[in-house]
């Protein structure tokens, strides 16, 4: 059996886990401790990097301990650390990196810096067994892409967002109608009770051929609205937040069917042709159900791991370690010398659509 430590310390969440695999290929999670710091953040109404690092340093000794003790294994019994190495906050990157970096050194085992991408890219293969090649929606608060996934380190982007992720348009939605941090959750929560037809909000790129996304002329219309019908209600609250969340729903349906009729026209023939989709706003409902729909009328089946796994982990992270073990991709000392970075497509051949610079292309 092999077993991988993993370390998560990408954004706001602290994590450590340990995955096993048997020798029959049969994936294990033994222990995934993760310490959210939603609360250290709220007031801010969003992740303060310098507050995150720090968080990180004091809790990440005793988060790995736990996911070690859970586990029921000692330093002796693994057989490899993976640390997520980026994208994310550098800060606590740095911080997630080096501990990783000084347990293998103490503990002589093989560290393999992950991108927090291919974590969750590989997730489904952890929970459901997905065989490649398969697509991956990737929904969170800094990303919106569509991924082909054809193996292990073999990505090809296929659409991105070329400007605001989605769950930043939730978080920005949420704060303009004065809802707390998270907004994704809240927005949802109110939806429920709104009139998702009182507000004629924009589907961005509609019609376009190309599969990329915008969410930016989305969040500018619900500014709008907000500020025209000042002061809120708690119905106009819901009302805005149930035509948002229908416009940003329609926009994936019509968005991500493009892509999904792509993947069958260049695998006509996969056994088991898949989406995957990942991500803090992959727990939304409504989006689920959409998707849903959409694998079905394209003949494809929908991965959505559990939420405990879409979100920020550990798991994914020993998994994707243990994923590149398998694979005989290098670590040792290249591992080691590996400086994490704040910015790391997962295709870094794919031309960056906003935000290169001096740090690299936006992943």
């Known amino acids: 059996m092999l077993r991988m430590l993993g370390i998560e310390t990408s954004c706001d969440e602290t994590a450590a886990s340990v ?9 294990r999670i033994l222990s995934n401790v993760v310490l959210s710091q939603i609360e250290d953040h709220a007031a801010f109404g969003g992740v303060v990097p310098e507050i995150a690092a720090r968080a ?3 809790a990440l000794d005793g988060i790995v301990e736990a996911a070690l003790s ?7 019994e693994l057989d490899g650390i993976a640390a997520t190495a980026g994208p994310g906050l550098i800060g606590g990157l740095i911080v997630g990196l080096m501990t990783a970096k000084a347990i293998a050194a103490a503990s002589g085992k093989p560290l393999f810096p992950v991108n927090h991408l291919e974590g969750h890219a590989l997730t489904a293969r952890l929970t459901d067994g997905v065989e490649f090649p398969y697509l991956l929606l990737l929904v969170s608060g800094g990303h919106t892409q569509v991924i082909l996934v054809r193996g292990v380190g073999d990505y090809e982007r296929w659409a991105t967002t070329i400007d605001d992720a989605l769950g930043e348009a939730f978080d920005k939605t949420a704060k303009l109608v004065g809802l707390p941090y998270p907004g994704g959750p809240n927005v949802e929560k109110a939806a429920q009770s709104g009139d998702a ?7 961005p790129l509609r019609g376009e051929a190309r599969l990329d996304f915008s969410f930016s002329g989305l969040k500018t219309a619900v500014r709008q609205v907000a500020t025209a019908i000042a002061p809120l209600s708690d119905q106009d609250v819901a009302d805005i937040c149930a035509s948002f969340q229908r416009a940003i729903t329609e926009t994936l349906e019509e968005r991500v069917g493009k892509s999904l ?9 996969a056994a088991t042709p898949a989406l ?3 991500g803090g706003v992959a727990a939304n409902k409504a989006i689920r159900a959409t998707l849903d729909r ?11 791991p559990p939420i405990a796994l879409c979100t920020d982990n550990a798991a994914m992270i020993a998994w994707a370690g243990l994923e590149r073990m398998r694979a005989g991709l290098a670590s040792g000392e290249e591992g080691m010398l590996f400086a994490p970075r704040s910015r790391w497509p997962l295709d870094e051949s794919a031309s960056p659509m906003i935000g290169s610079g001096k740090r690299g292309a936006k992943a």
């Open 261 to 269: 009729a792509r993947f069958r026209e260049v695998y006509p023939n």
């Open 294 to 304: 959409l694998c079905a009328a394209h003949d494809m089946r929908l991965v959505a």
């Open 276 to 278: 995957v989709v990942a």
């Open 70 to 76: 859970e586990a029921g294994v000692d330093l002796g």
């Open 56 to 58: 990180h340093v004091e």
């Open 19 to 27: 995955v096993a695999l048997d020798d029959a290929g049969t994936p």
């Open 197 to 203: 037809a009182r507000f004629s909000f924009p589907r």
